[in-house]
């Protein structure tokens, strides 16, 4: 199975502030990782697919970047709604597997 | 709209088997892959298994033992029937098109 190291596990940040969240993935996935952000109480909202491409209706200061098996989700000037658990997802092949989250909270 | 949701029992006793009901519209189950994840309280998200448009399946490794995931295309339905149920299987169960996302029912294993 392909094991997908994110970090860090938590994450405490200021408004306006630069985040960036990554996971390492165990073997080549390509493109096939997507990012998600879940708010308490609520179903994951897709915000990146593809690695790179942004989902519909989320707001530009949300970007994915890949180098090599690294992918990395950053939030460019952190917003109050932003706040939540963050996780990635490889959907290369099945089994299909989720990093263990990122808890972003503001400072 | 694409809508997907999810139905079943809230309480299933231990050792007993979860049977849980995805309903979907705005789609074909023929053309889309539909997902079921769950997450226990409090902890992240797993996921289980999907169903393929040409229905084929594929399970968590950790769980294939016990999981079946099939589905009805005239009815727009997808299953899951998970046996042996244990109280580390409490989770609020969610079904998924990736970019759609059922509220997820709570299902609680305890005697």
């Known amino acids: 199975d392909i094991q997908m190291t994110q970090s860090p596990a938590s994450l405490s940040a200021s408004l306006e502030e630069i985040v960036t969240i990554t996971c390492q993935a165990s073997?080549?996935?390509?493109?096939?990782l997507a990012w998600y952000q879940q708010k308490p109480g609520k179903s994951p909202q897709l915000l990146i697919y593809?690695?790179?491409s942004l989902a519909d209706g989320v707001p530009s200061r949300f970007s994915g970047s890949r180098s090599g098996t690294q992918y990395s989700l950053k939030i460019s000037r952190l917003q109050v709604e932003d706040i939540g658990i963050y996780y990635c997802?490889?959907?290369?092949?099945?089994?299909?597997?989720f990093g263990a989250g990122t808890k972003l909270e503001l400072k | 709209q694409v809508q997907l949701k999810e139905s079943g029992p809230g309480l299933v006793q231990p050792s007993q088997t979860l049977s849980l009901t995805c309903t979907v519209s705005?789609?074909?189950?023929?053309?889309?892959?539909v997902h079921w994840v769950r997450q226990p309280p409090g902890k992240g998200l797993e996921w289980m298994g999907g169903?393929?448009?040409?229905?084929?399946?594929a399970y968590n490794s950790a769980l294939k033992s016990r999981l079946s995931i099939s589905r009805d295309t005239s009815k727009s339905q997808v299953f899951l029937k998970m046996n042996s149920l244990q109280t580390e299987d409490t989770a609020i169960y969610f079904c998924?098109?990736?970019?759609?996302w059922g509220q997820g029912t709570l299902v609680t294993v305890s005697s």
């Open positions: 998924t098109r990736w970019t759609y």
């Open positions: 705005g789609f074909s189950l023929t053309s889309y892959d």
């Open positions: 169903i393929w448009g040409d229905g084929s399946t």
């Open positions: 073997q080549d996935i390509g493109n096939w």
């Open positions: 593809g690695a790179t």
């Open positions: 997802l490889q959907a290369y092949s099945a089994p299909y597997t």
